[in-house]
């Protein structure tokens, strides 16, 4: 049984930051990439940020590219989004997903059909 344990939401205020980590355990076959979704209310789930674990490329939503980045450790199936100068735009659930297998094209790596594995998701509240 795979796991995906998220932590690191909670409530800050508008222009501050905060970090989100998530790892993987279990039996995992060839881990592809680990990225953050995120789903505020009332919309659809969307991309935040992504990265493939064997070479480190990251990939980023249109809306947090210049605030938010990701890091990851291959060896531990663990990654961390840092994100900085938050607005209330960003209030979600952030959900943690792992993609197992071989490479793919470039544009999966932004889909969520992508991913096979999922976390429950944790809370970031940006409010003053």
């Known amino acids: 049984q795979v796991q995906l344990v998220e932590s690191g939401g909670g409530l800050v205020q508008p222009g501050g930051s905060l970090g989100l980590s998530c790892a993987a355990s279990?039996?995992?076959?060839?881990?592809?990439?680990m990225a953050w979704f995120r789903r505020a209310p009332g919309k659809e789930r969307e991309f935040v940020a992504g990265i493939r674990l064997s070479d480190g490329n990251e990939y980023y939503g249109s809306s947090v590219y210049t605030r938010f980045r990701l890091s990851g450790d291959n060896a531990k199936n663990t990654v961390w989004l840092q994100m900085n100068s938050l607005n209330p735009e960003d209030t979600a659930i952030y959900y943690c997903?792992?993609?197992?297998?071989?490479?793919?094209?470039?544009?999966?790596?932004?889909?969520?059909?992508?991913?096979?594995?999922w976390g429950q998701g944790t809370q970031v509240t940006v409010s003053s």
């Open positions: 997903a792992l993609r197992a297998g071989r490479r793919t094209r470039l544009t999966d790596y932004y889909d969520e059909d992508s991913y096979h594995y």
């Open positions: 279990g039996r995992i076959v060839n881990v592809d990439a």
